[in-house]
């Protein structure tokens, strides 16, 4: 199992930006199979943003990214996307997909290797 | 939300010192907890999952103990690759919450 994010960014306050998560070695369309989304401020810990189900493309956002982001897959690619729209300079941080294992337990058992998102004027 | 308290925040110990990491939950989350480790610049790994079960190929002096609100990670003899920062994880409800990291340092 691999996963392999896309590379770093510098934007605007109030811009977009999409990261790109692009997997392989499981089966992208199974109906158990969903991708996490965890982002990490510097020097501080990890929160987790939303899941997608990589099958249906059913999402579950966090309360705090409601309205701000957007997930979304291509099944061709076997990659996941990530939007987050309005940035501030707060969204600065490591952007992480992980596979959320598919056992009761749902650990994030593969990492891909981060996206650093710098938001600065 | 279900809030992951972890204790303490950072810890100092020796080479083969016996290292306990606590979390809690604020309610009732029955064994849906996991345990990662994380090193500076690198993404994050699943050491235990399901509160005591160990990842496939984590080294056995990783051990995970708990259930319901109250759990531990422990090290049993701390090697010099074992310092990083480590995290508690519930996967009993959406969102997904995280303790806050405990740092161990040698």
């Known amino acids: 199992v691999q996963l392999v994010q896309s590379g770093p960014e510098l934007k605007r306050p109030g811009a977009s930006v999409k990261v790109s998560c692009k997997t392989s070695?499981?089966?992208?369309?199974?109906?158990?199979?969903?991708i996490s989304w965890v982002r990490q401020a510097p020097g501080q810990g990890l929160e987790w943003m939303g899941w997608?189900?990589?099958?249906?493309?059913?999402?579950n956002f966090a309360q705090e990214f409601k309205g701000r982001i957007s997930m979304t897959t291509d099944t061709s690619t076997s990659t996941v996307y990530m939007e987050m729209r309005g940035l501030r300079s707060d969204d600065t941080a490591v952007y992480y997909c992980a596979r959320d294992n598919d056992s009761k337990y749902g650990s994030w058992d593969y990492w891909g290797q981060g996206t650093l998102v710098t938001v600065s004027s | 939300d279900i809030q992951m308290t972890q204790s303490p925040s950072s810890l100092s110990a020796s080479l083969g010192d016996r290292v306990t990491i606590t979390c809690r939950a604020s309610q009732n989350i029955d064994n849906y907890l996991n345990w990662y480790q994380q090193k500076p610049g690198k993404a994050p790994k699943v050491l235990i999952y399901g509160a005591s079960s160990s990842q496939t190929g984590v080294p056995s002096r990783f051990s995970g103990s708990g259930t319901g609100t109250d759990f531990t990670l422990t090290i049993t003899g701390l090697q010099p690759e074992d310092c990083a920062t480590y995290y508690c994880q519930q996967t009993f409800s959406t969102p997904r919450t995280l303790g806050q990291g405990t740092r161990v340092e040698l």
């Open positions: 997608i189900s990589t099958s249906s493309g059913h999402t």
């Open positions: 070695g499981f089966t992208f369309t199974s109906a158990t199979a969903t």
